[in-house]
């Protein structure tokens, strides 16, 4: 299994900045893409933002310019910089990794998800 290990929410006022980071630990043999979503309350859950193998990134429209997502393949951890904050980026983010774990011999694809952590920007 893989584990992801979140961090970094909190309480910001608006026009702040705040930085999540994400950790995966288990079996991984390889990671294909590590991204970020949100599910703000009485709302379903939305794409923020995403990272390839190779680096490439895809933005939400709401958060381009403002958010930056980077990884470190070495380390299987994702960041979400955070900047301009605004209340309606209010909402509990969840880390997504995609990638390939092994069990004993074998190879899977797995699909995990972090525990959330909340972010709160007040005006």
């Known amino acids: 299994q893989v584990q992801l290990v979140e961090s970094g929410g909190g309480l910001v006022q608006a026009g702040g900045s705040l930085r999540l980071s994400c950790a995966a630990s288990g079996s991984i043999v390889s990671i294909n893409a590590m991204g970020w979503y949100r599910q703000a309350p009485g709302k379903q859950r939305e794409f923020v933002a995403a990272?390839?193998?190779?680096?490439?990134?895809n933005y939400a429209d709401s958060v381009k310019g403002r958010f930056t997502i980077s990884g470190d393949n070495a380390k299987y951890t994702v960041y979400l910089q955070m900047n301009s904050l605004k209340p309606d980026d209010t909402a509990v983010y969840y880390c997504?990794?995609?990638?390939?774990?092994?069990?004993?011999?074998?190879?899977?694809?797995?699909?995990?998800w972090g525990q959330g952590t909340q972010v709160t920007v007040s005006s």
């Open positions: 997504n990794v995609k990638g390939m774990n092994s069990a004993g011999s074998f190879h899977y694809e797995f699909d995990s």
């Open positions: 990272i390839t193998r190779s680096s490439s990134t």
